[in-house]
C-alpha cells in the first residue's frame, strides 16, 4: 500500500487557447510549489509556450512534468503548428481545431487511465473529464477561465430570462436576485442564450459536468467579487475557489520570451501614465471600417499609444493611406502586428489606461497593473467583465459597445471615432471620475497582491483546497 505521505499526484488539462491554457498552467504550476506531483497534458506546440516556465519551476525543485501529445493535423486538415485557437484566422480554422480537440479525448484519457492519479483538473470545455473522474473515483476540479460576477449573471439569464421582459434590445434591465444592481440589455447578450442552438446544447453539459466535479477553480481573488463568489456557492449551490490572480504567484511574461521587446525601450522614453495600450486579446475581429475609426481616433488624440493589432492578413486594407508612416514618424505611438508583451506593457510605469475588450486574463492583469480602463467587450464573457469594471468596481469607463459577438466572428458593433476619442479622453483626464478610478485600481492591485501571498485570500483556499484533497485520497 502507497505511503499516505506521498505527494499528491495531480493531472492537469487545458484548453488550446491561450486565455484558458496559460492561467490553467499558473495553476498547475502554484499546485507543483505546494507539493503536488503535476503532469500537464497538452499537445507538443501548445507546450513551447509555456516550457521556459516549467523549466525554471522545475530548477526550483518542483515536480511538473508535461505530456505531450501530437494535435491531428493530418486528419483535420491544417498545416503543422496550428493548434493554437488564438492562431486561427478563419472561422474554418476554428471549427478543424475544435475537431483536433475532440479527437484528443481519446488518447488523454487512455494516458489517464494508465496514469492514474489522486485527482484532474480539467477545462470547462473537456466535460467529459467529470464522468473519467468518477470512473477512477478521484475527484475533477474544473478550471473556468472566466470570474464569478460572469458565472453567477449567465446562469440568472438562463434560469430567469429577464431580457425576455423587455420591449427593444436597447432597454435596459436588472439581473434578478444577483447580489448588487447589475443592468444590461438585450443586445448585450449571447445569441446561444437568447436562442438555443448547438452551443446551448454544448453548455448544458458543460453545466452538468461541473455540477458532477467536485469543484470550481476560479481565476480571481475572493475580495474583487465576494458578493458573486458567496452567491455562486451558497446560492447556486456549486463550490468553488478564487484561488488568482494566478498570473501573481508566478511572475512570468506572456510572451515566454525574455528578450526586451522594442515596444519598451519606447515607453521608457515617454512619460509616467501618459501612454494608453490598446489591445482586443487573442481572439478579436474587426471590420476595415471599425480599424480604420480607431486608427484615426488614436492619430486625432494627444495621449501617446501602443496598438495592438490582428487582422495582420488584411494589413493593407484597413489602415488609412500613410496613417501609419505620419504616427512612426512622429513618434506618436506603436502599432504592434501579432503579438504583445501585454504584461510588461501595463506593468510598465508609462502606461496610464488600458482600452480593452474586458477579456478575463486582461482585467485581471490590469487591475494588478494599477491601470484602469476603457471598457470595450466584443463577445464571450466580457459584457459580464464590462459591467464588474464600470458597475461594480468603478475602475472603468465604457466606450459604448452594444451589440454581443461570437467570438472570432467580425464585432457586430460599430463605435465612431468620436466616441473612441471621448472614452479615452475621460480615462486618460484628469477629472474626479478619472482620479477616482486610479484611486480605486490601486487599491485593487494591493488586495490583489496580497491575496496571493501566504496568508492570503487565494492561498489559503489552495492550501485549504489541498488539504480537502489528500483526505479524499
Ligand atoms: N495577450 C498577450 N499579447 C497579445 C494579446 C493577448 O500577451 O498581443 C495575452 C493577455 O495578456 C492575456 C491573454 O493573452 O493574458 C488574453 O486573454 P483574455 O482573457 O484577456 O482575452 P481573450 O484572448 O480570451 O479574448
Request: with cysteine.
Amino acid at each position: 500500500m502507497e505511503s499516505e505521505n506521498r505527494p499528491l499526484r495531480a493531472h492537469f488539462i487545458p484548453y488550446l487557447s491561450t486565455s484558458h491554457l496559460m492561467p490553467q498552467v499558473d495553476m498547475a504550476m502554484i499546485f507543483a510549489a505546494h507539493g503536488v506531483d503535476v503532469t500537464i497534458i497538452t499537445t507538443y506546440f501548445n507546450s513551447l509556450l509555456f516550457q521556459k516556465s516549467i523549466d525554471k519551476a522545475i530548477t526550483c525543485g518542483h515536480r511538473i512534468n508535461v505530456h505531450k501529445l501530437k494535435f491531428p493535423f493530418k486528419e483535420v486538415g491544417l498545416p503543422e503548428g496550428l493548434e493554437n485557437f488564438r492562431d486561427a484566422t478563419s472561422y474554418e480554422h476554428r471549427q478543424k481545431i475544435g475537431k483536433g480537440v475532440s479527437m484528443l479525448q481519446i488518447p488523454i484519457e487512455q494516458f489517464i487511465r494508465d496514469n492514474r492519479p489522486d485527482f484532474i483538473v480539467a477545462d470547462m470545455f473537456l466535460y467529459w473529464a467529470s464522468d473519467l473522474a468518477s470512473d477512477l473515483g478521484i475527484p475533477r476540479l474544473t478550471s473556468y477561465a472566466t470570474g464569478h460576477l460572469a458565472l453567477c449573471a449567465a446562469d440568472c439569464l438562463l434560469r430567469y430570462g429577464p431580457h425576455k421582459t423587455v420591449q427593444s434590445d436597447k432597454e435596459p434591465f436588472l439581473l434578478p436576485g444577483l447580489p448588487g444592481k447589475i443592468q444590461m440589455t438585450r443586445s448585450e447578450i449571447a445569441e446561444w442564450i437568447k436562442v438555443p442552438n448547438a452551443y446551448t446544447s454544448l453548455m448544458q453539459m458543460i453545466d452538468e459536468s461541473i455540477r458532477k466535479s467536485y469543484g470550481v477553480l476560479v481565476n480571481s481573488f475572493y475580495e474583487l467579487e465576494k458578493d458573486y463568489a458567496d452567491h455562486y456557492r451558497n446560492v447556486l449551490g456549486i463550490k468553488s475557489w478564487s484561488i488568482g490572480s494566478v498570473r501573481l504567484f508566478n511572475a512570468r511574461n506572456g510572451s515566454g520570451n525574455d528578450d526586451k521587446h522594442d515596444c519598451l525601450t519606447w515607453l521608457d522614453s515617454q512619460n509616467p501614465n501618459s501612454v494608453v495600450y490598446v489591445s482586443f486579446g487573442s481572439l478579436c475581429s474587426f471590420s476595415s471600417a471599425q480599424i480604420s475609426a480607431i486608427a484615426k481616433a488614436l492619430d486625432s488624440m494627444n495621449h501617446p499609444f501602443i496598438w495592438v493589432v490582428r487582422n495582420e492578413d488584411r494589413e493593407n486594407e484597413w489602415l488609412p493611406r500613410g496613417l501609419e508612416e505620419k504616427i512612426t514618424k512622429s513618434n506618436k505611438g506603436l502599432i504592434i502586428k501579432g503579438w504583445a508583451p501585454q504584461l510588461s506593457i501595463l506593468e510598465h510605469p508609462a502606461v496610464g489606461g488600458f482600452l480593452t475588450h474586458c477579456g478575463w486574463n486582461s482585467v485581471l492583469e490590469t487591475i494588478a497593473a494599477e491601470v484602469p480602463m476603457a471598457t470595450w467587450p466584443l463577445g464571450a464573457d466580457q459584457f459580464y467583465n464590462e459591467k464588474l469594471i464600470t458597475q461594480v468596481l468603478g475602475v472603468g469607463v465604457k466606450v459604448g459597445t452594444e451589440v454581443w459577438t461570437q467570438l472570432l466572428e467580425e464585432s457586430r458593433s460599430y463605435v465612431e471615432k468620436e466616441k473612441i476619442e471621448k472614452a479615452v479622453n475621460e480615462l486618460m483626464g484628469g477629472g474626479d471620475e478619472a482620479e477616482m478610478r486610479r484611486k480605486k485600481v490601486k487599491e485593487l492591485s494591493v488586495i490583489a497582491k496580497a491575496a496571493v501571498k501566504e496568508g492570503g485570500s487565494s492561498y489559503s483556499n489552495v492550501t485549504a483546497l489541498l488539504d480537502e484533497l489528500r483526505q479524499c485520497r
